[in-house]
Protein backbone atom coordinates (compact mmCIF):
# COMPACT_ATOMS: atom_id res chain seq x y z
CA UNK A 1 0.00 0.00 0.00
CA UNK A 2 1.39 3.66 -0.95
CA UNK A 3 1.66 5.80 1.73
CA UNK A 4 2.89 9.47 1.76
CA UNK A 5 4.34 11.75 4.86
CA UNK A 6 2.91 15.11 5.00
CA UNK A 7 5.26 16.94 2.51
CA UNK A 8 4.80 14.70 -0.14
CA UNK A 9 0.63 14.60 0.80
CA UNK A 10 0.90 18.34 0.61
CA UNK A 11 2.58 17.90 -2.99
CA UNK A 12 0.05 15.69 -3.90
CA UNK A 13 -2.74 17.86 -2.72
CA UNK A 14 -1.35 20.76 -4.08
CA UNK A 15 -1.33 22.86 -0.73
CA UNK A 16 0.94 23.54 2.13
CA UNK A 17 2.47 21.07 4.78
CA UNK A 18 0.31 23.14 6.94
CA UNK A 19 -2.52 22.63 5.82
CA UNK A 20 -2.26 19.07 5.73
CA UNK A 21 -1.22 19.14 9.17
CA UNK A 22 -3.97 21.37 9.81
CA UNK A 23 -6.28 18.68 8.43
CA UNK A 24 -4.58 16.03 9.89
CA UNK A 25 -5.16 17.51 13.31
CA UNK A 26 -8.95 18.34 13.05
CA UNK A 27 -9.70 15.03 11.86
CA UNK A 28 -10.59 15.51 8.21
CA UNK A 29 -7.46 13.52 7.09
CA UNK A 30 -6.88 10.50 9.13
CA UNK A 31 -3.15 9.79 9.37
CA UNK A 32 -0.99 6.93 11.13
CA UNK A 33 2.17 7.55 13.19
CA UNK A 34 5.48 5.29 12.07
CA UNK A 35 8.49 5.41 13.33
CA UNK A 36 11.07 7.42 10.77
CA UNK A 37 13.39 4.03 10.05
CA UNK A 38 13.28 0.41 11.32
CA UNK A 39 13.60 0.96 15.32
CA UNK A 40 13.45 4.51 15.47
CA UNK A 41 11.15 6.34 18.50
CA UNK A 42 11.10 9.01 16.04
CA UNK A 43 7.49 8.86 14.54
CA UNK A 44 5.89 10.49 11.85
CA UNK A 45 2.66 11.09 10.15
CA UNK A 46 1.67 8.55 7.20
CA UNK A 47 -1.05 9.06 5.21
CA UNK A 48 -2.65 6.08 2.88
CA UNK A 49 -3.18 6.69 -0.65
CA UNK A 50 -6.54 5.43 0.01
CA UNK A 51 -7.31 8.56 2.95
CA UNK A 52 -5.18 10.70 0.38
CA UNK A 53 -8.06 10.63 -2.76
CA UNK A 54 -11.01 9.98 -0.41
CA UNK A 55 -9.71 13.80 1.40
CA UNK A 56 -9.29 14.96 -1.98
CA UNK A 57 -12.00 14.09 -3.74
CA UNK A 58 -14.95 15.06 -0.97
CA UNK A 59 -16.26 18.41 -0.06
CA UNK A 60 -13.63 19.86 2.09
CA UNK A 61 -15.79 22.75 3.91
CA UNK A 62 -16.76 22.32 7.08
CA UNK A 63 -19.50 22.92 8.34
CA UNK A 64 -20.92 26.54 8.94
CA UNK A 65 -22.67 27.99 11.45
CA UNK A 66 -25.22 28.95 9.17
CA UNK A 67 -28.32 27.10 7.74
CA UNK A 68 -27.65 27.96 4.19
CA UNK A 69 -23.53 26.60 4.56
CA UNK A 70 -22.13 30.29 3.82
CA UNK A 71 -19.50 31.68 6.00
CA UNK A 72 -19.88 34.75 8.10
CA UNK A 73 -18.28 37.56 8.73
CA UNK A 74 -18.34 40.17 11.92
CA UNK A 75 -16.12 43.24 12.50
CA UNK A 76 -16.25 46.04 14.86
CA UNK A 77 -16.47 49.73 13.51
CA UNK A 78 -18.27 52.84 14.27
CA UNK A 79 -21.37 53.62 12.38
CA UNK A 80 -19.16 56.45 10.62
CA UNK A 81 -16.84 53.53 9.45
CA UNK A 82 -19.42 51.68 8.69
CA UNK A 83 -21.08 53.74 5.96
CA UNK A 84 -17.23 54.71 4.49
CA UNK A 85 -16.84 51.32 3.83
CA UNK A 86 -20.51 50.35 2.27
CA UNK A 87 -19.67 53.78 -0.04
CA UNK A 88 -16.22 52.85 -1.17
CA UNK A 89 -17.84 48.97 -1.72
CA UNK A 90 -21.31 50.99 -3.55
CA UNK A 91 -18.69 52.63 -5.76
CA UNK A 92 -16.37 49.85 -6.93
CA UNK A 93 -16.51 48.52 -10.25
CA UNK A 94 -16.37 45.05 -8.97
CA UNK A 95 -19.96 43.60 -8.63
CA UNK A 96 -19.26 41.32 -6.04
CA UNK A 97 -17.73 44.16 -3.79
CA UNK A 98 -21.28 46.02 -4.11
CA UNK A 99 -23.10 42.52 -3.36
CA UNK A 100 -21.04 42.51 -0.07
CA UNK A 101 -22.04 46.34 0.67
CA UNK A 102 -25.76 45.48 0.47
CA UNK A 103 -25.51 42.27 3.09
CA UNK A 104 -23.83 44.40 5.93
CA UNK A 105 -26.29 45.19 8.94
CA UNK A 106 -25.74 46.85 12.50
CA UNK A 107 -25.05 44.93 14.86
CA UNK A 108 -26.58 45.20 18.08
CA UNK A 109 -22.89 45.32 19.55
CA UNK A 110 -20.31 47.89 18.38
CA UNK A 111 -20.21 46.52 15.20
CA UNK A 112 -21.64 45.70 11.54
CA UNK A 113 -22.67 42.12 10.79
CA UNK A 114 -22.42 40.09 7.19
CA UNK A 115 -25.52 38.59 7.28
CA UNK A 116 -24.67 37.04 3.52
CA UNK A 117 -27.93 38.10 1.55
CA UNK A 118 -27.12 38.54 -2.30
CA UNK A 119 -29.17 41.74 -2.76
CA UNK A 120 -28.54 45.39 -1.72
CA UNK A 121 -31.21 47.51 -0.29
CA UNK A 122 -31.58 50.55 -0.25
CA UNK A 123 -28.91 52.65 2.13
CA UNK A 124 -30.15 53.70 5.35
Known sequence: MTKFTIP??????????AWVRTAIRMGDLPSTMEPT???SRV????????????????????????????AKWFFYASPEEV???????YTSDLEQLKIVAGTILPS??????LNGHNNI???E
Open 8 to 17: QAAKELKVTE
Open 37 to 39: FKG
Open 43 to 70: MKHMISKKALDQFANRDNRRASRRDDGR
Open 83 to 89: RLMKEVM
Open 108 to 113: TLKGAY
Open 121 to 123: PED
